[in-house]
């Protein structure tokens, strides 16, 4: 009876190790950089910076000896790339699991959230706490239900490997990781632990002792977050569809939408025309012999007859199999970007109608959409029956030395110096009710991306900005996009490494 008793003793006195669990956000994506909410949307991928993120984290993890003896991840594409990354790096599988999904947003998946342009109160409440909020639309959620599958997830797969395990990873979200924070902190946790700030790829710890979870570290870096704020990359407009142009990637075609996906732009620019039978496709010029070879205006033929007929040259003028695109075909390919710029190269009530309706049968919301063009028609037509669409406008202006002015875009008219000519845009600003201006890389200096912010701009982007020279020359400028063909040469500037292909 003494020994049992004194073998009890023994058992008490030793150390209980209790598991870690590693909840971490996954990395950067398009769509976390443009403020587009994801939800469950599943399709979203981390931009090259996203991956560098995770690179670096797992690097981190194993400088500070963190080894993981199993990795989960949600079922959504941006989470479980990120987890795969790690668990590469430690020689480990992802686990799928799908209750550490992000939290349904209903109708407000695909919508932009950014502060003082929410779509509806409703959201504007979610984000800030000025009042209810109602989950809106199929599969949204609220907290308490993200609160379930959780506790549900750690109760069914984590609880069993106490004792058996030291750490686990969850990679998840970022309202995953905020549940979290609300179920498991408790009544004596800092305010600053119940409102941890979260970076992608930071890590909330959580312990489970004895069967029971509590919140332990929040925000946890693995990375040198100077490596990936100092100089932020600003936006990344593919120029005509193609992300990285050339001979191989005809502008305009579906192989350019596909590699504008592959390479991780967060705009891609949809230059829109009307065949003859009133079928939206996407070219840039109003005729097709530059890329094509035939000598055909678009309005004079039928979709079925370009279909038929036109290719795309290829390498060195040799046809190619490529032919031409529909904008539904684009938005198929396409669908996973943040935002798209419509550029109506022509336009007319009816033909504007058209292309805002392709866009809702794609299930794309209006707030992901920017009316960038030289039309001032087309600007003025949204502004006054599509508000809630942003409009930019591109510009251009030329000396005229026979007539000692400046003449260009926005209906300038005759401008006797630069600075009227900046005056005359800046109005322009506020007579359209503009979102931004796109400005030419060429005659731009960064006094005029700091006018036009200024003057009302909440968008200043550069076109054309096409090698690495070019955006290491403006990369302190505060500019807000950059309008491209070469987007891996451009990022190169911002130290992201090119030949790291974005997905599965």
């Not at 941006?78 to 550490?100: E, L, M, N, V, W």
């Not at 350019?256 to 496709?281: G, M, R």
């Not at 075909?329 to 022509?346: H, S």
Request: aromatic content about 10%; overall charge positive.
């Amino acid at each position: 009876m003494k020994q049992m008793i004194l073998m009890v003793a023994l058992w008490m006195c030793i150390p209980v190790f209790a598991l870690e669990v590693h909840f971490l956000r996954h990395g950067e994506t398009t769509w976390n950089r443009s403020k587009v909410l994801q939800g469950s949307i599943g399709y979203t991928d981390l931009t090259l910076r996203g991956v560098r993120m995770a690179e670096a984290t797992a690097k981190g993890m194993e400088a500070a000896g963190v080894r993981y003896d199993r990795i989960y991840a949600s079922d959504l594409l941006r989470a479980y790339h990120t987890a795969d990354i790690i668990a590469k790096s430690q020689g480990k599988k992802t686990i799928i699991d799908p209750r550490i999904r992000e939290m349904g947003m209903g109708k407000y998946e695909g919508m932009r959230y950014v502060k003082g342009e929410y779509p509806d109160d409703n959201l504007k409440n979610f984000f800030e706490g000025t009042g209810p909020y109602v989950p809106t639309g199929k599969g949204a959620e609220t907290f308490d239900d993200v609160a379930a599958r959780l506790r549900a997830f750690l109760d069914e797969v984590i609880r069993p490997l106490e004792g058996k395990a030291d750490k686990v990873l969850c990679v998840a979200h970022s309202f995953v990781l905020k549940t979290l924070v609300r179920e498991y902190a408790g009544d004596s946790a800092s305010d600053a632990a119940k409102k941890p700030l979260q970076r992608n790829c930071c890590v909330h710890v959580i312990e489970c002792k004895n069967g029971k979870f509590s919140l332990k570290e929040t925000g946890r870096l693995y990375y040198n977050v100077a490596d990936f704020d100092t100089m932020p990359e600003p936006i990344m407009v593919a120029h005509r569809g193609a992300g990285d142009r050339n001979s191989l990637r005809p502008e305009s075609s579906a192989i350019a939408y596909s590699n504008a996906v592959e390479t991780a732009c967060d705009v891609v620019k949809l230059d829109l025309q009307f065949t003859k039978d009133k079928v939206v496709i996407m070219h840039h010029c109003p005729n097709l012999k530059r890329v094509m070879g035939w000598d055909a205006d678009i309005k004079d033929y039928t979709y079925a007859e370009i279909y038929e007929k036109a290719r795309y040259l290829g390498a060195k003028q040799v046809p190619s199999e490529h032919r031409i695109v529909r904008l539904d075909e684009a938005l198929e390919i396409t669908r996973a970007m943040p935002q798209f710029w419509i550029d109506f190269k022509f336009f007319s009530p009816e033909f504007a109608e058209k292309v805002l309706q392709t866009f809702r049968d794609a299930k794309i919301d209006f707030s992901r959409i920017m009316v960038a063009t030289f039309n001032y028609e087309a600007l003025q037509y949204m502004q006054k029956n599509h508000p809630e669409i942003r409009r930019i406008s591109h510009v251009s202006w030329r000396y005229r030395p026979e007539l000692k002015c400046f003449t260009g875009s926005m209906r300038m008219g005759l401008k006797k110096s630069r600075e009227k000519v900046m005056e005359h845009i800046a109005n322009g600003i506020k007579e359209l009710g503009l979102y931004g201006i796109n400005f030419p890389f060429a005659k731009a200096t960064k006094e005029d991306v700091k006018f036009l912010h200024d003057h009302g701009a909440k968008w200043v982007s550069l076109y054309f900005v096409q090698d690495t020279e070019q955006a290491e020359k403006v990369r302190s400028w505060g500019m807000d996009a950059f309008v491209t063909d070469y987007v891996t040469k451009v990022r190169k500037a911002y130290g992201i490494t090119p030949e790291k292909k974005v997905g599965k």
